[in-house]
């Protein structure tokens, strides 16, 4: 994995909101980008022409454009049908979410990146990642586990067994 790669190697100096999402997500918590958390329609993007669309990744698709503010107030726009309808849109999910484990972390995805049958484009790749990196915060917290319980033993152990999960 690349990304991986390139992050390992910074030290820190790196950050890539991608991976920071799925993170989040493998530990429980809540993703900060959109098209991990279900709140899409949150926010817009206004075209060079005045067209007004939910994201940038729809506005550079072309479609699903909510109205324009040079014939609509803004505040109609947002509460316009169109959004109404393209929020309902979003909060779908495709029969394939229904029993995913990642289901409350990925919300079947971005909106502009769903197939025409409504499935997230890269469910299965997304789910991969998911998986590794969860594995190695499993991995992580079990090794600090370790190393608390070395510190807070007032009478070291003879031996301590570490069970790896593979």
Do not use: T
């Not at 949150?42 to 072309?62: E, H, K, N, T």
């Not at 959004?83 to 979410?97: G, L, V, Y």
């Not at 769903?114 to 991995?139: D, L, M, P, T």
């Amino acid at each position: 994995m690349i990304i991986g790669k390139i992050w390992a190697e910074s030290e820190g100096d790196v950050v890539i909101s991608e991976l920071d999402n799925y993170v989040a997500a493998s530990l429980g918590k809540r993703a900060c980008g959109c098209h991990y958390n279900g709140r899409c329609g949150s926010f817009c993007c206004v075209d060079y022409d005045g067209a007004v669309y939910p994201c940038d990744r729809i506005c550079s698709l072309g479609k699903d454009d909510w109205c324009n503010l040079i014939s609509s107030k803004f505040s109609e726009i947002i509460f316009s049908d169109n959004a109404k309808i393209f929020r309902q849109k979003a909060a779908q999910f495709h029969e394939d979410c229904v029993d995913c484990k990642w289901k409350k972390h990925c919300n079947n995805g971005c909106v502009a990146m769903r197939a025409k049958n409504g499935k997230y484009r890269h469910c299965s790749s997304r789910k991969e990642v998911f998986e590794k990196i969860n594995k190695i915060i499993k991995k992580i917290k079990s090794r600090l586990f370790i190393i608390e319980h070395l510190i807070n033993c007032k009478k070291q152990p003879k031996m301590l067994f570490y069970i790896n999960e593979v």
